[in-house]
């Protein structure tokens, strides 16, 4: 699948400077591009993790299903309010 991602959609992202060996927290992951351009950052350790969270289930089923292509394996999705997360 093929995904075109506005560059605007990419700031979030690149501003959070991720690198291998960070720990991310992605509160509003759905649908994923952001998801999928931070697991790209945190390729390379095995420390590095990601959890991509939305509140809304399909949502964040779809952010799993996107990342399920993605080198990086250290994600978690989970699905929670971020005002309680």
């Given at each position: 699948e093929v995904v075109v991602q506005e560059a605007?959609?990419?700031?979030?992202?690149?501003?959070?400077?991720?690198?291998?060996?960070?720990?991310a927290l992605d509160l509003c992951s759905a649908p994923g591009?952001?998801?999928?351009?931070?697991?790209d950052a945190l390729q390379g350790e095995s420390a590095s993790a990601?959890?991509?969270?939305?509140?809304l289930l399909e949502r964040a089923e779809r952010v799993?299903?996107?990342?399920?292509w993605q080198r990086c394996r250290e994600l978690m999705v989970t699905n929670w309010d971020g005002c309680v997360f």
């Open positions: 605007l959609s990419m700031l979030p992202a690149c501003a959070l400077d991720v690198r291998p060996g960070h720990r591009s952001k998801t999928c351009q931070l697991l990601l959890v991509a969270n939305d509140l799993k299903n996107r990342a399920k």
